[in-house]
């Protein structure tokens, strides 16, 4: 499953999901085609990440060899629970030289319904609905207890078109293993 949260200058961003891009595509209104380039950040500089999550995640980025990137952000949890957002001058310059960022999309497995307990599973996401850049989890695979594991992909303001390109790159590779459709 695809998950898209376009351009926004609101903490609550509009979102939608779909198994197919070019359903993103249709959604979004872009009929364009890109070829973007991509930087890769395990940890955004702050997050614990588990060690599969990121093999598996990285995995799934090769189809759109991304170059390693030595990004340290600041933790937005301040931010988030402040209720501030706003540009990111960090991404914004970062933005200047390569049309995506990669993460994995969360820095753990799946929890239960209990809830995560004290790990927070958006802390590679948050900092992007706070400066509102578009982002996308495509999914990246599964890990060892068969639980899935996405990749998250990180564009410019109003890019959209590249974050629809990396889902196409990545659901195409034989790199990536996804859940049968119809199940």
Known sequence: MLGLKTTS?????????????ELLAIYTGTSEVSSPTAVWSTDLGFAAVDAEQAEIAWRAASALRPQPVDLVLPDPA???FAGRCGPNLLLDKLFESTDLLLTPTTPGPPHGHDGPGSRINTSLTWAFNLSGHPAISIPAGFDSEGLPVGLQAIARHGREADLIAAARAVLTSSAVEVAPWPP
């Open 9 to 21: 200058s609101e903490r609550a961003a509009v979102g939608v999901f779909t198994r197919d891009p």
């Open 78 to 80: 301040e931010d988030w």
